[in-house]
Nanobody, 115 residues
Framework: QVQLVESGGGLVQAGGSLRLSCVASGTISRFAPMGWYRQAPGKQRELVAGITLGGSTNYADSVKGRFTISRDNAEMTVYLQMNRLKPEDTAVYYC?????????WGQGTQVTVSS
């Protein structure tokens, strides 16, 4: 089974920054492509960003130029640097395999952006 532990969320004013971290363990390869997803209240979970083992990245149009995904393969940790945050970025953020997430999800980390 895959274990995913996200952290780093919080309350921030619009224009601010946060850095999210996700530690993966269990039956997941350290070489697996990984992604960050988010789910806002009343909305479906959506992909925010993905990164391959080689460092190729993919971003949702809504976050391009503001968010940066990175990874530390040795530590099996994935990061999401979020700059110039907007109120519409408010959501619970999750990490998982990319582009096809595993069936189990972590608890996520709440990001709230005030206007």
């Amino acid at each position: 089974q895959v274990q995913l532990v996200e952290s780093g969320g919080g309350l921030v004013q619009a224009g601010g920054s946060l850095r999210l971290s996700c530690v993966a363990s269990g039956t997941i390869s350290r070489f697996a492509p990984m992604g960050w997803y988010r789910q806002a209240p009343g909305k479906q979970r959506e992909l925010v960003a993905g990164i391959t083992l080689g460092g190729s990245t993919n971003y949702a149009d809504s976050v391009k130029g503001r968010f940066t995904i990175s990874r530390d393969n040795a530590e099996m940790t994935v990061y999401l640097q979020m700059n110039r945050l907007k109120p519409e970025d408010t959501a619970v953020y999750y990490c998982n395999k990319f582009p096809a997430p595993a069936s189990s999800w972590g608890q996520g980390t709440q990001v709230t952006v005030s206007s």
